[in-house]
């Protein structure tokens, strides 16, 4: 077990007050490694306060450079890094902000050829990608690596909610089996609902990593912010799912494993 400094003890002061948390969940927050994808309005506030939270190392991923109609709602970024890749502005000022934290940053997009090292490499990830290409890489990553996931998006004032652990809860492509065709750079967004949902994913991860309280396991939460209403709907994991289903790759590869760890041929 990692301990506290002086200083952390002060800086994560308030938040050790709440009950049922203290130190030891701040312990589990500073020895906690998290992969946050997409770092954008929505990933990149969340990871602002997984960083503020006391979370010991980020893994920040997002290609791409900063555009001016980022501007409206990615609080991590400044007007003179417009054309600059925005995920080392990203990375610049959560250190910044809490120099107690490690943030490393990849300038590059989830692909099939990064995903399984990246996954692999930490306790668990933030899906906050633009598309669903990037989406269903995780998925199928963290569920073929057995890694939690936090999976929120949103869309104009609608959004959705929902944490996955991996032959416990239904995985993304249970959720959605026919993926939405998103536009990144035709749909709407308003600064304020990206926050809004980047807090509530913040707070699910730091639910799971220290055991605060119940996080959303296969319960799908969505939220209409035009009405001001949120809903939580039962899901349910999908037995002859391709990504998680009784006959998914991963249960072959998780079979050689134990295989293998057995010393048998």
């Known amino acids: 077990m990692v301990n506290l400094t002086p200083t ?21 927050l500073k020895s906690a490694t998290v992969l946050v994808t997409g770092v954008g309005g929505l990933g990149g506030t969340a990871a602002l306060y997984l960083a503020v939270a006391g979370v010991g190392r980020l893994i920040l991923v997002r290609g791409g450079d900063l555009r001016l109609d ?35 940053a990849v300038h590059d997009y989830i692909t099939s050829e990064n995903v399984d ?8 990830t933030l899906d906050c990608a633009h ?18 996931m936090v999976e929120a998006a949103m869309d104009g004032m609608e959004a959705y909610l929902t944490t996955i ?3 416990v809860t239904p995985c993304l492509s249970c959720l959605f ?12 967004v308003l600064g304020a609902v990206s926050g809004t949902l980047a807090c509530l994913t913040a707070l699910e991860a730091i639910k799971l990593i220290t055991g605060l309280s119940q996080p ?6 969505t939220i209409d912010l035009t009405r001001m209403e949120f809903a939580k709907r039962r899901s349910y994991r999908d037995r002859s799912c391709p990504v998680c289903g009784n006959s998914a790759p991963w249960r072959y590869l998780q079979s050689s494993l134990e295989t293998t760890s057995n010393g048998k041929k």
């Open 8 to 28: 952390e003890l002060e800086r994560y002061r308030r938040q050790i007050m709440l009950p049922n948390f203290g130190e030891a969940a701040q312990n589990r």
């Open 70 to 104: 980022d501007m409206n709602r990615q609080i991590l970024m400044t007007d003179d890094w417009v054309g600059k890749p925005r995920v080392f502005k990203a990375q610049e000022a959560l250190a910044a902000i809490n120099p107690d934290i490690e943030v490393e």
């Open 117 to 124: 090292s990246l996954v692999q490499s930490v306790d668990m």
């Open 131 to 148: 598309n669903f290409t990037e989406r269903d890489l995780l998925n199928e990553a963290c569920v073929r690596w057995r890694k939690p």
């Open 165 to 167: 652990i991996p032959g």
């Open 177 to 188: 089996p026919e993926k939405p065709d998103w536009d990144r750079r035709g749909f709407s």
């Open 216 to 221: 959303l396991l296969s319960q799908l939460l």
